[in-house]
């Protein structure tokens, strides 16, 4: 039971270096701060990331609000 809850925690923490999983590593880089401080608690893909990262735009920083605005389609 302890080895579950270890690799459950070390699964949850890895999930905030993945930031969005459509994302490249360099728009992972642009948000990371940004996802640390608005969408930590998001868990990456379906676009929820992306979802909370619109849902915080006019808080954002410059370089996120670029990545944001390049997965509007």
Do not use: H, W
């Amino acid at each position: 039971m302890r080895t579950i809850l270890f690799a459950g925690m070390f699964i949850l923490s890895s999930l905030s270096l993945a930031v969005c999983q459509d994302f490249t590593a360099e728009q992972r880089a642009a948000c990371k701060g940004d996802y640390d401080k608005y969408c930590k608690g998001t868990v990456p893909g379906g676009g929820r990331v992306l979802a909370c990262l619109n849902r915080q735009y006019a808080q954002l920083t410059e370089a996120c609000k670029k990545v944001v605005d390049s997965q509007k389609k």
